[in-house]
């Protein structure tokens, strides 16, 4: 009767936690939105829409099967599927499920919730100037195959996970994974009209609506108690509690390094910095967040912090056009998370750290690959991006036929 | 010593959601607001805030006894009234209120704030028109008289619930009660100026902020956790978790379907429709989301998505005038959702859709009853509707001499 | 065993009230630049995200210790530290701790959430003319050093804890340390320009964002559920649902009463005060959340209502410039809280009053001392204010160089 009770408050925790994940979605809308152009915002939106709904289903009808096939423990599976559909779960199984850790329908909505992620953080990539039809078409195919294939190399059960590669919430299975895809998107797209001079110095497009932006900054602050705490995979006191205080101290030290390291090179108080900081820090303490002493967390988020400074700034060298820096903070910082893990905490150690860089490379390659096989074919046939004229005119009247912002007088730029 | 823990753990769930269910009055507001016109921001987020405070007080002076007279059970009780006042719980109550599920005060609250719903659901329709003391005084009404009457027949062991009315979250007996109210009071306005033209041809009047529209949308899926969530009266793991997979399959298919649908019918990737979709299949799984698999909460998603598109059109067809299209989304889905539990899920039966026919047809002439009741006397008396000229101006301007974005250059329309 | 599944249920509903108080952030950035002009958005925003970064981080090296330092039981305590750093919680310590309360984790995070509320008080007062590298400064000493101090009188089993003072969750020891501050600050500091006509007659600098500041209240108001609740510092079912109830409650007759009474003097339906009223309930209620009725919750919110409407023309008639009413709500509405706990509830006495006044005294004249230390220096050396030019240009672009809403066009005012 005990495990009642307990069963109970885990699976409570493990709910709360996935609501909070769920919420996440808002965040990237809004941080999406707000360091964009008032003309594209509904394109965004849409795709935050499609992202999260669609990812759901996908989740439901294939993805939770694909990412969790029942991998024989220790088994070196690259890939198997369990077949279609969210099968009711076996009779029994609900109490039992993961050692009374939670139910199996809140292991599947939780799961679920983090499969649209590794799709918004494209999103935000690519921003302003990719086709609406040929992101669905892109989104669909990466969130209902290769996040759930990567993710079950490890979480699954899979190869990744016999050879001691660690990834507590997802540095890499999510945020690198996203990033990676990210990073192609962008390459193949080009970047947006008017970003880089005739000499490729790279001019600045201000988003139109700060406050949201920050908004969303702290509203996926507040999901990362969900998706790094519901990672213990129960309410454990001392495991849920040591990782939100290592995610909360990481997130402090990310921004605080990222806005006075920004403010040294560019003598700038600069609040999309100072954003940017704290998300990276949040990224960079994922892959470890149950590994670390407060001590750790702080060092890893200064860390993040100055990487997402000097990101930004290659991907501009780079005259790649990332208009939420999303490469910087989801696919650097994720890569930074996953090495940390050999560097600092319990698990540090040489040993670990190759083992970590492995993983890091093959999850590179996985998705690098799969991105250019997913987005190559559809660059060619549909194409990838807007005509110009709709990119100047903005996506919200050229594909949506709506303004986000109806009584409201705007600049043009 | 075991019912400690398990009824703390209940009562931590059931607070939990309280405070999400709380929290969908910012969806309310956000989507109010954002799909109207600048010039009524101010009015709108005054009736929001008249709505959820003065909702809790008259709740809490005779609200919650109304609904719940404790009726012997079984009873056809139709009318009854446990007194004035929220009496503290008698002594020991609190550990053994509704066995172990949690505390009195907690069902209080929980209560409390659906009950406010049912007139936020008629602020949004009635919107850029009604005259500020006349919509605060039929809310009055409404809230504090009609809701609690109508949920006593079935939360509060009336003869709904004698006769087998399913119900579970409140299709129903929140979003139906309020819908109904809605479409009588836009019945009895008239549309907004400018909104058909001289042949009864409907012209969009575009919503003011897109972005904060569909950040209300999101806040209200995440206030569904707990609306439907909490539904359950425990933190039973199966019951809630299924709750939770079911609620946002259903929302998820609800936005898929209306987007697909309205994408078909007039060539267009329309953002609104994707938001009331989503916000449909909410409703639509609301009366029966602990009795459905998920492919049942697909399938009731995907039918209330195209349900709200042909509910907008019809609502335009009918030459009425709903800004934000509650009554497709709360009433249209709202009947759809009760009637649903009697074709999918483990109560289906052709007896059982014919009690939810029952229930959805009693439920309506009553609310239209007293929606007539309480409306043709103020009508009559103080007016429904400001002036044009009002009107025309803005109720910002006209009703509290505030404008709602000081700084911000405005177009007319 | 029973006590595992007890302290896990209770050790989830504070990590949750933790992440409530930690999204209050949001409500107050919201509010603050929602009550303010465009122009300064970003520098509220930079100033917000400062706090609740440094904040934390200042917490984990040294304020968690000033503030729990472990008086010996009763102790006269006036100032000790328990030394730099948050050192590991001792072997066995995190199941034990606070009676199987929480973990040692969750109590640092919880209570460093609290202490960034109290500088972000003063940042909405000072809004709009403080140089931002003196806000920082006197941030950075307010937070690390004087909230601390203040806090281990009571919380950490000082003199006031001592003499029988009470204060639930704050009213004084947070929302009154960080009033006290303000008025200070914006006594030193002077009105912003154009605030007051030739004659002292205050003008009304409208703020640019209404829907944003009526969010940031609603979101205070669900953050407010873990900031008494979670001062409970376990999930007893009981003490926490009767909590939210008088906080509820408090919130919505605040509101209620604020809007009358504006309204019965000024005759119009004003949304600001309407909202400073709930946030005048909500303040006045912490104090003694846990020991009032629901009816004495509702008289304490109805007479906070009126005390800020009372309070913000004081402000006005001193000259005082505080663009959002934080004196009004948080240092008025919270020295009322503290007085109340003598007045209503369990506690109620003539001695229990004389002890609050006591409290109320002590702490406001070490507040406002200590303000004073820390000001002074300051606007002797790099001075409070920024330059007139600077003033009238708007800090987003004089400090920051960006603005907030590039795509928008604006007023001038």
Redesign the interface.
């Known amino acids: 009767?005990?495990s009642?009770?307990?069963?109970?408050?885990?699976?409570?925790?493990m709910?709360?936690c996935?609501?909070?994940v769920?919420?996440m979605?808002?965040g990237f809308?809004?941080l999406e939105?707000g360091l964009t152009?008032?003309?594209n915002?509904?394109n965004i939106?849409?795709k935050?829409?499609?992202v999260?709904?669609?990812g759901?289903?996908l989740y439901?009808i294939g993805g939770f099967n694909l990412m969790y096939p029942g991998f024989e423990e220790g088994a070196a599976g690259f890939f198997k599927f369990a077949g279609w559909?969210?099968a009711?779960p076996e009779n029994g199984m609900?109490?039992a499920y993961a050692d009374g850790g939670?139910?199996w329908?809140?292991d599947?909505?939780f799961q679920?919730m983090f499969a649209a992620t590794a799709a918004t953080i494209v999103s935000g990539a690519v921003a302003e100037r990719i086709k609406?039809s040929s992101f669905m078409l892109f989104a669909i195919l990466y969130v209902g195959l290769v996040y759930p294939i990567v993710g079950s190399w490890k979480w699954g059960g899979g190869f990744l996970d016999g050879m001691g590669f660690y990834d507590f919430a997802g540095s890499t299975l999510v945020h690198s994974v996203g990033g990676w895809a990210a990073l192609v998107a962008i390459y193949l797209l080009g970047a947006r009209i008017g970003r880089f001079d005739k000499d490729g110095k790279p001019l600045a497009i201000?988003?139109?609506?700060?406050?949201?932006a920050?908004?969303g900054?702290?509203?996926l602050?507040?999901g990362w108690?969900g998706f790094n705490?519901g990672s213990v995979l129960s309410?454990?006191?001392?495991l849920?509690?040591?990782t939100?205080?290592t995610t909360?101290?990481a997130?402090?030290?990310g921004?605080?390094s990222s806005?006075i390291f920004s403010n040294i090179l560019y003598k700038?108080?600069?609040?999309?910095m100072?954003?940017n900081g704290?998300l990276g820090g949040l990224v960079g303490i994922t892959a470890g967040a149950d590994q670390m002493?407060?001590?750790d967390a702080?060092l890893i988020g200064i860390i993040a912090g100055v990487i997402i400074v000097l990101g930004v700034a290659l991907i501009d060298k780079l005259r790649l056009d990332d208009p939420v820096g999303a490469v910087a903070v989801h696919l650097i910082c994720g890569i930074w998370g996953t090495l940390a893990v050999g560097i600092f905490g319990e698990l540090a150690s040489l040993d670990q750290f190759l083992i970590q860089l492995a993983g890091v490379g093959i999850v590179g390659v996985f998705s690098v690959v799969c991105s250019f096989i997913l987005l190559l074919p559809i660059k060619a046939t549909i194409g990838l991006r807007v005509d110009k004229e709709e990119e100047l005119k903005g996506l919200d009247l050229a594909?949506?036929?709506?303004?986000?912002?109806?009584?409201?007088?705007?600049?043009q730029?």
Request: hydrophobic share 55%; charged share 10%.
């Open positions: 009767m005990e009642t009770a307990l069963f109970t408050a885990n699976n409570v925790w709910m709360i996935t609501a909070l769920f919420f979605h808002l809308s809004f939105i152009r008032q003309k915002t509904i939106l849409f935050n829409f499609f999260i709904t669609v759901l289903l439901a559909g969210i009711s609900t109490a939670y139910t329908w809140t599947f909505l679920g609406l201000p988003g139109h609506n700060l406050p949201l920050a908004a900054v702290l509203i602050w507040l108690f705490g309410a454990d006191p001392e849920t509690s040591l939100l205080v909360c101290l997130a402090a030290a921004g605080v806005a700038n108080y600069d609040l999309t100072f954003m704290v002493s407060p001590g702080i594909e949506h036929g709506m303004d986000a912002y109806a009584d409201f007088r705007m600049n730029h």
